[in-house]
């Protein structure tokens, strides 16, 4: 498939698309989920990397299903051995033992779109181990802390989508979207730009080639500013 992930998409695109235009791509995505749902199938890594924006179709994919064999560290990488996912978005109780479940993607969905509201994870660990504690016995960090400009029913939406218990999230990914969208209403027609506090940290996302992940905690570092940005100077 030919595409962006959907950080990257939104990044390039973000002067041109506003919320609503936002919240309709994040719902492709969630159809596609609830689809493989109800086929019996569960994801099992969901993930901001495995979400992609065709072109020039500009449609919402999942991408790889099932988990991809290979030994990757980094919590931002999926994890094989004794625990199968993606360690910043397992829901608590698969690390727990419990099998994977429509539920467990819901968390990690709803961890994928806490990260594109905010640019962070709603916990602060930095080590696999750590990680996987937080999720499961850490409260998450409350949306608007890390970034205000959303409103604050958006925080609440997305607090129930990675509640620690699974009976507590959203029934469905579908669900979870009308919920954000309703959410979302007072600002729907606003350019989605104005809410982009925390797009510093995907640019380097977007263009790096070496070790992206990292630079969704850490943002481009001094070299790739050198390269890419501008100056009066030019």
Known sequence: VSGLEVYQYLLVNKENLNVKDVVALLRQFAKGLDAAHEAGVVHRDIKPSNLIVTLPQRVGKIMDFGIAKGEMENIFKTQCGPILGTPAFMAPE?????????ASDIYAFGMALYKLFTRDLPFTATSTAGIL?????KKPIPLRKRNPAWPPALESVL??????????R???ACRLMDEIEEALSSVAEKPFAEFRAFWRAFVAKAFHPYRPELHYMRGPGPAWRAKHTRTDRE
């Open 170 to 172: 959203p029934f469905t």
């Open 159 to 168: 607090a129930n989508a990675i509640a620690k218990k699974p009976a507590a």
């Open 133 to 137: 504690v937080d999720h499961i016995h």
């Open 94 to 102: 698969v690390i727990q033992g419990a099998p994977p479940s429509p």
